[in-house]
């Protein structure tokens, strides 16, 4: 659905309606026609949607009131960007499925209990991935020294697009997991790491990545963008 701003007219306008997708970037707004999956049912799709089934059932049948009311309260206070770049807060429920969702992605475990620290994490804007068609792998270095590389059960996730030609100055998905950094309390996890790249790739390719932090306690970062052109 799309996010309209009103304002003595329409403003601004975020996501897809009646077959187009509106959006910005650094240029400014734009509209395309909007696409859909030729697959509904991939195997990403299922096990996207079993996660949610699973996150869901335990937030109505597994966890106590007490529990609910935490990640409630963890949701009045830490506001979030909406589509428009404005401040929104999140249901409890959105909060915990979200939080979940990147800690299972990343091989880690569910937290019921809500964050006592009512802030997300930060982002990570040393973070430089370079992605090589010799060896379909792609190279993240990173800042070791961050809280989440210190503590163990926390991760930095990082996600591929599908790798672009190079005019192309703006990608907002597709996207797929290429893998998880784990962050270990008692030796942090070495920089540079190397990922099996998602997709098939060719030297001069621009390739889109977006990485997020999810720390023990069930706090996730924003996500953050890089972007990269392959390497022979």
């Not at 909007?34 to 079993?50: E, F, I």
């Not at 720390?215 to 972007?227: L, P, Y």
Request: net charge positive.
């Amino acid at each position: 659905m799309a996010l309209i701003k009103f304002g003595g007219g329409i403003t601004a306008m975020s996501g897809s309606m009646a077959g187009n997708t509106f959006a910005r970037n650094r240029y400014g707004a734009y509209v395309r026609a909007r696409t859909k999956p030729v697959n509904t049912q991939s195997d990403r799709q299922v096990a996207a949607r079993a996660t949610m089934a699973t996150l869901s059932q335990r937030w109505s049948g597994v966890l106590t009131l007490l529990q609910r009311t935490g990640w409630n309260e963890y949701a009045t206070n830490v506001p979030m960007l909406n589509k428009l770049g404005e401040s929104m807060n999140l249901s409890g429920f959105n909060h915990y499925c979200r939080a979940n969702a990147a800690l299972i992605a990343a091989g880690l475990t569910i937290v019921d209990d809500a964050p006592a620290v009512f802030t997300l994490p930060e982002g990570d804007s040393s973070v430089a991935i370079t992605v090589a068609s010799a060896t379909d792998l792609m190279s993240v270095t990173f800042d070791n020294t961050q809280a989440w590389a210190h503590e163990t059960d926390a991760a930095m996730l990082v996600y591929m697009g599908t790798p672009q030609s190079e005019g192309i100055e703006f990608f907002n998905g597709p996207w797929r997991l290429a893998g998880a950094i784990l962050g270990n309390a008692t030796t942090a996890p070495t920089s540079p790491s190397t990922k099996a790249v998602p997709y098939q790739v060719q030297a001069s390719q621009k390739v889109y990545t977006k990485i997020r932090i999810v720390r023990a306690d069930g706090r996730v970062s924003e996500f953050f963008r890089t972007g990269s052109t392959v390497v022979s």
